[in-house]
């Protein structure tokens, strides 16, 4: 395993530097990403070079933990905690286990209590599993029509214990209690667009991937295919949004992660997009573009996830 990473380290080493760009010259990111298309994941320092990589195959979440290690999925059921320091295995976990459906997973966390959450796709189900491996709790989530590859994007355990969940195939966030009950929940909307099949620019729909709750109590949502960002209230009235068309020189594909930084910035995901536009987009709330990132040589058109870890060498949490 360390030869393996030393061996794409090389080759990192001699490929084209790593391109980001700062619409205010002062700002530089350190991040955790990953890309299906290329098999890889890796922490990019703010001097844009690379840190650590390792392979992976399909992945749709990941986390630097705060012991320094990194949370991610090396394939659709099987979740790993990683030493980067020595690529050595610390916690792992295969989901799936005791049933005969066909399970993926897109969505789990590190909790606050030393458990990790793990939300299956299939079953749709999320699971609570301890540090030796033991599902200690079980949530049943309200899935129309499971499918192991539509039942959910992104879920984040609330500060409330209650657990936001974008259902990708129904275009729908929903807010579970710890019975499996759902308390909120908000239809993304197709803003009178007929959908349109595609992965990139030309695709639409509302198959929502990330959401979040604000400080404010409100909820911000990337809304997958339907290339937007959207910021609703409890009361479903959307108070602010971000459209494919409104950043001079970008255009939004699929928008994956969100990530709000102490400044107030929303860090977003633009997967699927192609070459012609950044992976990685940085905005202000009054949508100028302060940072971005662009690297097709080294990553490809499936950068679905992001992590920003530093900004001009300080932590963002």
């Known amino acids: 395993m360390i030869r393996r990473n030393a061996v794409l380290l090389l080759l990192f080493s001699l490929s084209t530097p790593f391109f980001s760009h700062a619409a205010e010259p002062d700002v530089r990111h350190s991040f955790l990403t990953a890309d299906s298309s290329k098999n890889l994941i890796a922490i990019i320092g703010d001097d844009s070079q690379l840190q650590w990589s390792h392979q992976i195959g399909p992945l749709h979440d990941l986390h630097l933990l705060e012991n320094g290690n990194v949370l991610f999925q090396d394939n659709w059921t099987h979740i790993v905690e990683m030493n980067p320091d020595t690529n050595q295995v610390v916690w792992e976990f295969t989901a799936g286990q005791n049933t005969d459906r066909k399970v993926e997973v897109h969505a789990f966390e590190r909790l606050a209590n030393g458990n990790?959450?793990?939300?299956?796709?299939?079953?749709?189900r999320i699971l609570e599993v301890d540090p030796n491996g033991k599902v200690v709790k079980t949530i049943p989530l309200q899935v129309k029509e499971p499918h192991h590859h539509r039942d959910t994007r992104l879920v984040r355990k609330l500060d409330s214990g209650n657990y936001l969940?974008?259902?990708?195939?129904?275009?729908?966030?929903?807010?579970y209690n710890a019975d499996g009950k759902i308390v909120w929940q908000y239809k993304v909307p197709l803003f009178?667009?007929?959908?349109?099949?595609?992965?990139?620019?030309e695709g639409y729909g509302n198959q929502c991937f990330a959401a979040l709750r604000l400080k404010n109590g409100n909820t911000l949502i990337s809304t997958g295919n339907g290339h937007r960002v959207i910021e609703v209230t409890p009361k479903k009235e959307i108070v602010w949004s971000l459209e494919q068309n409104e950043l001079p020189g970008i255009q939004l594909a699929w928008v994956t992660t969100l990530q709000v930084l102490p400044n107030g910035n929303i860090v977003l995901g633009n997967c699927h997009a192609g070459p012609e536009n950044?992976?990685?987009?940085?905005?202000?709330?009054?949508?100028?573009?302060?940072w971005s990132f662009k690297d097709f040589d080294r990553f490809g058109n499936a950068l679905t996830n992001t992590q920003i870890l530093t900004t001009n060498g300080k932590g963002v949490n």
């Open 192 to 201: 009178g667009e007929k959908p349109r099949k595609g992965h990139g620019v």
């Open 165 to 175: 969940v974008c259902h990708e195939g129904e275009g729908l966030v929903a807010e």
């Open 278 to 290: 950044p992976q990685i987009i940085e905005v202000t709330r009054d949508k100028k573009v302060v």
């Open 116 to 124: 990790t959450m793990v939300v299956e796709s299939g079953t749709s």
